[in-house]
């Protein structure tokens, strides 16, 4: 069935370092794509999004672009601080909007 | 705008007992999951409403798992009995619509701990 890979964790980077986490996916049709972001002790939250093919997502320096080509969808970001520290989501949509998630990636950045 | 609230956030119960949670979205979202993570894993679908009716629960283990949203605002997602492997963070999500654009909003969650 349709599904979301991303890269296993945990990522130990230092401050001002470049991050990157893979993620690919499958799917029937043209899904949204999300990565959603979780801060220790806290909820989920959406940190960016694409619609279609080629869409670059961006927030907060961190960028995603959809590329139909490699279904795939990874998360980038130039320099990384310690409060990037958290777990991040890979997700699509299904139908009607639900998300399926990937198995998420601990990043966790020292000073 | 207030963001999706969920009670309890902690919930310690013994196997074969039942436990319920509650979750209000945001004012307005027609939109209501709830989402099942197990620690080291993604969130994963149990059901989806659409104000107060299914729009999908083919993930819910309906021998146990119930849920409900009688007025098309609030929901209740009950566990009756509890089994070892239904520890997890229960989350509740909201959104306007079912469109895939959405974007869902996430409460804190409800950590469930069967022993």
């Known amino acids: 069935g349709d599904s979301v890979t991303q890269m296993e964790g945990p990522v130990t980077l230092s401050e001002e370092a470049f991050l990157t986490i893979n993620c690919t996916y499958t799917?029937?049709?043209?899904?949204?794509l999300f990565w959603y972001v979780q801060y220790p002790g806290e909820g989920l939250q959406l940190l960016l999004k694409?619609?279609?093919?080629?869409d670059k997502g961006s927030n907060k320096g961190f960028e995603a672009t959809y590329r139909k080509e490699t279904t795939s969808f990874h998360l980038e970001k130039g320099s990384v601080q310690v409060s990037d520290s958290a777990v991040y989501f890979c997700?699509?949509?299904?139908?009607?909007?639900?998300?399926?998630f990937g198995a998420g990636t601990q990043v966790v950045v020292t000073p | 705008e207030a963001g999706v609230a969920q009670s309890p956030r902690y919930k310690i119960i013994e196997k074969r007992q039942s436990v319920a949670f509650w979750c209000n979205p945001i004012?307005?979202?027609?939109?209501l999951y709830w989402y099942q993570q197990i620690l080291g894993q993604g969130p994963k679908l149990l059901i989806q409403?659409?104000?107060?009716?299914?729009?999908?629960d083919s993930q819910l283990p309906k021998d146990r798992f119930s849920a409900e949203r009688l007025k098309g605002v609030d929901s209740t997602l009950k566990i009756q009995p509890a089994k070892l492997e239904d520890s997890a963070v229960y989350l509740c999500?909201?959104?306007?619509?079912?469109?895939?654009?959405?974007?869902?909003?996430f409460g804190p969650g409800t950590r469930l701990t069967v022993t």
């Open positions: 997700a699509r949509t299904d139908s009607w909007g639900k998300l399926q």
């Open positions: 799917a029937t049709g043209y899904p949204s």
């Open positions: 409403f659409q104000n107060n009716g299914v729009v999908d």
């Open positions: 004012s307005g979202h027609a939109t």
């Open positions: 999500a909201s959104s306007l619509g079912l469109a895939e654009t959405y974007e869902q909003y």
């Open positions: 694409a619609t279609k093919a080629d």
